[in-house]
């Protein structure tokens, strides 16, 4: 829970909200759960609606450069119907599925300086508000965790990681963004690239990883983008060498220039068009959504909640998202990351009235 909130639009006396999500932290496709707390105010009220939103901080390309703004990327309806009489305390559990492509958020309770957020909205008599806000923790499903340490013993190094807002050509990517992860090379491949961007896209089947060379340039010749990508199964966490499975993703995408495209496949849309879902903000934290959700959140599978663990927990990615933590994004340091995303956010909570 980042704060506790009087609802500004039901006045002052109206009912306040205060959401409580369970603890740890959740894999994409797998369950969140906690409970929507009421606290009645001055007079009765009619609860209409109550509403989870799960919202992303987002960066987008400009011609002019790029901004960053909150996407609501997900919707559900958890209760509403119902009387809250004068002073009364009433509690709703819920109990939700993440989409698929919801962004790790850490890795090995290393904070990545992804910025997600669960906000609740609360309609009364009419008027809606944007109540409760509180940080979501995601870590990598199985699969994701398998490559990721891969890519550790292979030697490469934890970099950033950041929501890109845009479609990557050819895949079947869901949400309005995607998350890249940079890792620095390793010293076999470091003659030949500059960094390596790594995309996972989920599914309920497996996952989808996108690769992306930032490849040096020759004596004669400037550097160029390689991208290629490959799908495994979740099932396939126990069953493959994953060193060897990724080294050889690796010189794949190092010594051939993949016909799967360039850097150009990653789509820009117009953030600022209509139903982009990207609201912009300005240095003053001041922002919008434009609406970006669906309400079918609750068909999503349950995920895979098992965690691996074992051996090589202190590899380069592990030790470089350990550096992240103490200076991530803005130059916040770990403790300070459940701040930011009410800081971030909070522009936001002034916007009442939306319509689904």
């Not at 609802?7 to 409580?20: F, N, Q, R």
């Not at 497996?206 to 991208?227: C, P």
């Not at 966490?237 to 010189?251: A, P, T």
């Amino acid at each position: 829970m980042v704060f506790k909130r009087l609802l500004g639009a039901m006045g002052a006396g109206g009912p306040s909200v205060d959401t409580v999500l369970d603890g740890g932290a959740v894999a994409p496709g797998g369950i969140l759960s906690g409970q929507v707390h009421l606290q009645g105010g001055s007079a009765d009220a009619e609860i209409e609606h109550i509403g989870l939103e799960l919202i992303a901080r987002v960066e987008a390309e400009h011609e002019d450069g790029e901004s960053e703004g909150a996407v609501v990327f997900e919707r559900f309806t958890v209760g509403g119907g119902f009387r809250l009489a004068e002073q009364e305390r009433y509690s709703v559990p819920f109990s939700v599925s993440l989409p698929w492509e919801t962004p790790v958020s850490e890795l090995y309770g290393q904070p990545l300086g992804i910025v997600l957020g669960v906000r609740t909205e609360l309609a009364v008599a009419g008027a809606r508000d944007k109540g409760d806000l509180d940080p979501l923790t995601v870590r990598p499903l199985p699969v994701q965790e398998a490559v990721l340490e891969a890519l550790g013993q292979l030697g490469f190094g934890f970099k950033s990681a950041d929501l890109e807002h845009g479609h990557i050509g050819g895949t079947g990517q869901q949400l309005p963004f995607y998350q890249e992860i940079e890792l620095t090379p390793a010293p076999q491949y470091a003659h030949a690239v500059n960094e390596i961007e790594l995309t996972f896209l989920a599914t309920p089947a497996g996952m989808e990883i996108v690769l992306e060379a930032d490849k040096r340039g020759g004596l004669f010749e400037s550097g160029q983008d390689a991208l290629t990508r490959f799908t495994v199964s979740h099932h396939d966490v126990g069953s493959r060498d994953w060193n060897s499975e990724v080294d050889g993703w690796i010189r794949q995408l190092v010594e051939h220039r993949a016909s799967y495209g360039s850097h150009a496949t990653y789509g820009h849309a117009d953030p600022y068009a209509t139903g982009s879902g990207y609201g912009h903000h300005s240095a003053h934290g001041s922002g919008h959504e434009s609406g970006y959700g669906s309400d079918h959140g609750s068909d999503h599978g349950s995920g895979h909640e098992g965690h691996r663990s074992g051996p090589g927990l202190g590899t380069a990615v592990a030790a470089g998202a350990a550096g992240l933590a103490v200076g991530v994004v803005g130059g916040l340091v770990a403790a300070e990351v459940v701040d930011e995303v009410g800081d971030f956010f909070e522009g936001d909570d002034d916007e009442g009235g939306e319509e689904d």
